[in-house]
């Protein structure tokens, strides 16, 4: 056990030297107001880039209890990839207000028996939020015009278990109104900013949290009260991530590069009438097939190149149920010479098709009505780093593609599609 925590300890430290280096290499990146489709959004980005680089310099300069790195996208592991996005600053759109996102991974890994979910969350909100939102609220007083600011933090829990240490990943957002983010770092005292908390949206993993500060457990309706209770938002709609939010991580509105060529073809899994799935029913589905999924990725994992720090996992996407799968691509892409529609067809093309026939029988399928799979793909050398595929098709078509009802472009068309957490429209013959 002290062995297993050494290499343990040694490994973390690895990749927190790592983030830190990649975020001194990152200079001042900032998403491009170019890349932005909305004009809103991409006003705001042109007219507090400055701002928006001062905010990215002060924050990599800023000294926490352990290193953080602004990334965009935060459902990718930074244990699992050899670069990041490190354009973590943007506006974005949530629940029709205008924010400005901060997001990133904090190298913190909390051992689950001895931290509570509401303790891990509020250590990541002191460490990490708060002295945050001192440099951006800094910016607002100087008229920097949103309606509110938002984060998203992932960290790392730690499940020891008798011969060897699970690790996952904990995401925490929160979302403050523009009076409130000012109103918090004002405040006199734990029970006012509690307070401004209690009205603000907090969630852990998707999931309204109602964040206790220095407390064991969170706070439960009959602590809030009627009043506080009701003012809580609600929940963010969970959305497909490129690496993997386990699409239940939240996120908010992404900012979608406008360089994308073609009208993403019209396929909305929500338009499907289902049941009413509840985040109950995927831990129930979970514990009824988990035996099944772990006889997959115990005796098929190689095969199908299945990672195992992902396993194949049950969530709800748009309120449908979907079944998560992630693989490591063998083959690797000349970042160079090769365009990202190019890369995701030839990864559907070259390995998630063919693998097809033999995997969906190995899945439960009865009460799954969308597979979510995920391919991890490597660019080149270490410095090109990874690049995640995703592709969440419906059940029926996955069905009709197998039994040679359909080509391999109209599962496309009637699935989605994202790389690196941005959908794109493919066309496979065009970019082969």
């Keep these: ?137 800094d910016q607002l007083s100087l008229d920097l015009r949103c309606d509110g600011v938002g984060f998203e933090i992932a960290y790392h829990v730690r499940a020891p278990r008798k011969n060897s240490d699970f690790e996952g990943r904990e995401i925490l957002a929160v979302v403050f109104d523009r009076s409130d983010a000012v109103a918090f770092l004002s405040a006199s005292g734990n ?94 589905l979970q514990a009824q097939y988990q035996p099944q999924l772990d006889m997959l990725l115990n005796e098929n994992g190689a095969q199908f190149h299945l990672v195992d720090y992902a396993p194949p996992s049950f969530a709800l996407y748009h309120k449908q149920l979907v079944l998560q799968l992630t693989f490591r691509n063998p083959a690797a892409f000349d970042k160079n010479t090769s365009s990202i529609y190019k890369r995701a067809a030839q990864t559907f093309d070259l390995f998630l098709a063919s693998q097809l026939k033999a995997l969906v029988p190995k899945l439960p399928t009865e009460p799954v009505e969308a597979f979510d799979f995920s391919i991890l793909n490597r660019l080149g050398n270490e410095k090109d780093g990874s690049e995640a595929v995703e592709f969440i098709c419906p059940l029926k078509s996955i069905r009709s593609f197998i039994e040679d009802g359909i080509t391999s472009q109209d599962l496309i068309d009637q699935s989605l599609v994202l790389v690196n957490g941005v959908r794109i429209n493919l066309h496979l013959e065009l970019v082969e």
Excluded: C, W
């Excluded at 809103?40 to 001062?54: D, G």
């Excluded at 996005?85 to 996102?101: A, I, P, Q, S």
């Excluded at 250590?123 to 990490?128: M, N, S, Y």
């Excluded at 360089?259 to 899994?269: E, G, M, N, R």
């Design 191 to 284: 029970e006012q900013r509690q307070a401004i908390l209690n009205r603000s949206g907090i969630y852990v993993d998707a999931k309204p949290f109602k964040l206790a500060l220095g407390q064991k457990d969170p706070l439960d309706e009959e602590t809030l009260g009627p009043a506080e209770a009701g003012s809580a938002m609600s929940p963010l709609p969970a959305t497909a991530a490129g690496m993997r939010q386990s699409i239940a991580s939240p996120r908010f509105t992404p900012a979608i590069p406008s360089s994308i060529s073609h009208v993403a073809p019209a396929v909305d899994l929500k338009a499907v009438p289902s049941p009413a799935y509840t985040s109950s029913d995927v831990d129930r």
């Design 1 to 137: 056990m002290i062995r297993r925590n050494r290499i343990f300890t040694l490994v973390h430290a690895l990749v927190a030297l790592a983030m830190v280096l990649l975020a001194e290499s990152s200079g001042l990146a900032q998403v491009s107001p170019i890349e932005i489709a909305n004009p809103k959004l991409r006003s705001a980005e042109q007219e507090y880039l400055p701002q928006l680089q001062y905010l990215h310099h002060t924050i990599g300069e800023r000294q926490f209890p352990l290193p953080f790195v602004l990334t965009r996208y935060v459902g990718l592991d930074p244990a699992r990839q050899t670069s990041l996005d490190t354009r973590g600053l943007e506006f974005v759109y949530f629940e029709n207000r205008m924010l400005l996102k901060t997001s990133g991974f904090y190298t913190a890994a909390f051992n689950s028996d001895q931290l509570t979910q509401n303790e891990r969350a509020s250590r990541t909100f002191q460490e990490v939020v708060v002295p945050i939102l001192g440099l951006v609220a």
